[in-house]
């Protein structure tokens, strides 16, 4: 079963940050952080529902007018989500236009600050020149953001002297039907499927289910359907981090985030000998990232957001994290308080609850992007062609 998620980055691994996760089979997409995205191909730009932004530097922040002006004369809903202070931001960028024109807009965006115990929203609508209209706040479980029936996304704060947000985006299961054993026993499809797959994802298999057949309806038990009858495999799972000091808070949170995911992006400001000054402005190195990939288990790494000073050397980026993701190098024999995070155990994969808590609705439209990509250390050179248009530098 092949996912229906297709991250890539919108940017060369030496520019703003920005990773658009399009899900193929939804017609959906979301955005995690929004700096320069004017290589955004428009057409991806209005697949968008949600924008996480981790923090509000402007190389996470500037592409919000680019989105703003591609999205206002249409009929859109964006969903935007962030670290407290995102709605004054928001708030700040609107008021710096003039919106005596757009009464008849329809355009509108609820952006959503993750506090400790909640969240906090607001709602800003073209149609009444973008006034702040608070909405109540929403009670919300440790990491929670977005949940939705084809996706979630959790969150984590770290430390760059300021708040930000990690995000990882899960894919809700597959549940696939066997074909061969419906032609076998002559059941027909039909709305029972439907049902079955429902009381598989609420694990509510205790009744039973009528099934059409070639010789009627038969009632079966749920549990002996699900045996039978489904594929249950877990969704994909991509974790986004950026702009965190490497602490043994932020170490931990990134691994309990990352846990198991299929992808992770992980910034790595400086290589390992320039490691004081990782420190000092609160980032990581490349060798953090692979020592990170390795502790979450993760089963491939793309490093990203490398400093402008060295420019031309991304390969020595992938070449530190690689090491130290495949052991070859080992941060614990440096730093032995690291070594608690390698002894965990695997976290149970969050899968999607039945009872979403919808925030945004997901068009039902179909555009055929598709993701791949090895085992292990992602080749950062190899960015996205229908992603974006223009020249990449
Ligand atoms: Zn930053
Ligand atoms: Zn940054």
Known sequence: ???????????GPFQDCALYVAMRWQGAAVLLDLGRIDRLNPDNCMRL???????????????????????????????????????????????GYTWNLTDSYTFAMTVVE????????????????????????????????????????????LDHKIPCLAFRVSEARHLNVRRDVLDARGYRPGAWLAALKNAVRSETLDDAIAVQTTDGIQTIAAEELKRDLIIDQPG??????????????????????ARDADVLYCES????????????????????????????????????????????????????????????????????WTAALLSKPAAPRADIAS???????????????????????ADVGNEPKRLSSGERS
């Not at 994909?236 to 985030?257: E, G, H, K």
Request: charged content about 25%.
């Open 1 to 11: 079963m092949k996912s229906s998620f297709r991250p890539a980055l919108v940017n």
């Open 49 to 95: 529902t949600h924008v996480c932004v981790s923090h509000t530097h402007m190389d996470h922040f500037m592409g919000f007018d680019h989105l703003l002006r591609l999205t206002l004369p249409r009929d859109r809903q964006l969903t935007f989500c962030g670290p407290p202070g995102l709605i004054d931001n928001i708030a700040g960028k609107l008021a």
């Open 114 to 157: 993750r506090h400790e115990r909640h969240l906090a929203r607001t709602l800003f609508r073209a149609s009444t020149g973008f006034a702040r209209e608070p909405l109540p706040d929403v009670p919300a479980a440790p990491g929670h953001l977005v949940e939705e029936q084809a996706l979630r996304i959790d969150t984590t704060t």
């Open 236 to 257: 994909q799972r991509v974790a986004y981090v950026v702009d965190a000091r490497f602490d043994p808070t932020n170490a931990q949170r990134i691994v309990d985030l």
């Open 269 to 336: 400001r400086f290589l390992e000998e320039d490691r004081d000054e990782a420190d000092k402005r609160y980032h990581l190195t490349a060798r953090h990232a692979g020592f990170l990939a390795r502790a979450a288990g993760v089963r491939r790494l793309e490093v990203f957001h490398f400093s402008p000073r060295y420019q031309g050397m991304a390969g020595a980026f992938r070449a530190e994290a690689q090491a130290e993701m495949s052991g070859k190098t080992r941060l614990e024999e440096d730093e032995p």
């Open 355 to 377: 009872d979403a808590m919808p925030t945004a609705s997901v068009p039902a439209r179909g555009h055929g992007l598709e993701h791949g990509g090895p085992a292990g250390l």
